[in-house]
């Protein structure tokens, strides 16, 4: 079928924010599932695609950004050439500002470090699911203090509520032009598939009994540092009496799980890791085929 090229809307955007703003998660629930395989990378982008969300009128090309939530950049070392390059490439930046936590220094020194970029930026207040009304509006009120946002969006990567909305408003900002991948393109990496799994072995190993099936894994986030790999992962169950048995007394088997998980995904990847473990309940996930596909499955 043959698009009406001055209609069709494609664009590179990206998710920035600081560790477990909910990245990845909304990543997954954008593209809609998970599938393993990297593609020969198209020359228009210099880094890894995420995930496409193909559409009759429109395509959106998720992008990772490396390098740009490293804790010594933070602390106010310039971005440097390559992180600004990577970012001056896409068209849509979503800055992730998670509901349940106030706005930091963290959230506002990477609102300044993208203020000065030619993206579209647009706030996305997520894991709307864990707050109220009431701080969910106090939460969007401190982000229009924050900075200059073509859109403030809340959404909840979860429930999935709102996330088709963002989706839109992402694509609304996107230049026209021709389709930038074929239709059937949709990516992830192996890597963060095997650490997921890798992870789910270490919590499900001694708790089969108690819960064989309901746990899932999502690695949030991975980032690189000189000698030190730095992995945040959340694990799910369905309910809090399962929190607490993956838990255990004082967090002492969540504790020995990260250990055990650490040290095999080290060897995975062949370097030291830093792994940074979550429990969190997403109520009857197995019973919600829209959670589900959220999950990776």
Not at 13 to 28: D, E, I, M, Y
Not at 234 to 259: C, F, M, N, P, W
């Amino acid at each position: 079928m043959q698009h009406n090229s001055g209609e069709y809307r494609a664009g590179f955007a990206c998710f920035v924010g600081r560790p477990n703003a909910g990245k990845s998660t909304l990543t997954n629930a954008i593209v809609g599932q998970k599938i393993a395989i990297t593609s020969p990378k198209p020359q228009t982008t210099r880094h890894t695609v995420r995930g496409v969300v193909h559409r009759p009128d429109s395509q959106l090309v998720l992008v990772d950004t490396p390098g740009l939530h490293r804790p010594r950049t933070l602390l106010g070392e310039r971005l440097n050439d390559l992180v600004r390059a990577t970012w001056s490439e896409v068209d849509v930046i979503g800055l992730c500002l998670p509901a349940d936590e106030e706005i930091g220094r963290g959230d506002r020194f990477i609102s300044g470090e993208i203020a000065e970029l030619k993206a579209t930026l647009v706030a996305v207040v997520t894991k709307t699911d864990l707050v109220d009304r009431a701080t969910l509006a106090k939460r969007l009120l401190a982000v229009q203090e924050l900075g200059e946002f073509a859109d403030i969006v809340p959404v909840s990567a979860v429930s999935g509520e709102q996330v088709q909305t963002l989706v839109d408003v992402m694509i609304n900002h996107m230049p026209r032009s021709p389709q930038l991948y074929p239709d059937d393109m949709l990516t992830d990496e192996p890597e963060q598939v095997l650490m997921a799994e890798l992870i789910r072995e270490a919590a499900l190993d001694g708790v089969r009994d108690e819960l064989p099936h309901s746990i899932a894994v999502l690695v949030e986030e991975v980032l690189p540092e000189d000698g030190l790999t730095r992995i945040y992962a959340d694990i799910y169950v369905e309910r809090s009496s399962q929190k607490a048995i993956v838990l255990g007394h004082q967090a002492s088997r969540l504790k020995e799980v990260g250990t055990r998980a650490r040290r095999e995904i080290e060897d995975l990847i062949g370097g030291r890791v830093y792994l940074d473990l979550h429990v969190r309940v997403a109520k009857d996930w197995q019973r919600d085929p829209k959670q589900l596909r959220r999950l990776g499955f």
